[in-house]
Nanobody
Framework: QVLLVESGGGLVQAGGALRLSCVAS????????MGWYGQAPGKQRELVAGITSGGITNYADSVRGRFTISRDNAKNTVYLQMNSLKPEDTAVYYCNVYLRRRFESPYSNYWGQGTQVTVSS
């Protein structure tokens, strides 16, 4: 069993900041990548930012320079610092973790329950 618990969403004015957190717990042998996806109303879920176990990051063009993803491997936690927020950043943000539960297990994707971020103009 693997559980992802997200926190940090909320309502903020344009130009403001939020910090999302996601903790992975349970039967985990190795986490390869961690990331955040956003799903705006009526749109598909899209990658916002990702980070490898070695710290290599990638960002959607729309957030590069404003958002920063980081992780604490010892705590199985990934963060998303969101600065200079815009109304178009409004979405449900989902944590995604690519991991294996045992040495002999295949890697699998796990998702958090989602946290709402609303940016008012």
């Amino acid at each position: 069993q693997v559980l992802l618990v997200e926190s940090g969403g909320g309502l903020v004015q344009a130009g403001g900041a939020l910090r999302l957190s996601c903790v992975a717990s349970g039967s985990i042998f190795e986490i390869k990548t961690m990331g955040w996806y956003g799903q705006a109303p009526g749109k598909q879920r899209e990658l916002v930012a990702g980070i490898t176990s070695g710290g290599i990051t990638n960002y959607a063009d729309s957030v590069r320079g404003r958002f920063t993803i980081s992780r604490d491997n010892a705590k199985n936690t990934v963060y998303l610092q969101m600065n200079s927020l815009k109304p178009e950043d409004t979405a449900v943000y989902y944590c995604n973790v690519y991991l294996r539960r045992r040495f002999e297990s295949p890697y699998s994707n796990y998702w958090g329950q989602g946290t709402q971020v609303t940016v008012s103009s």
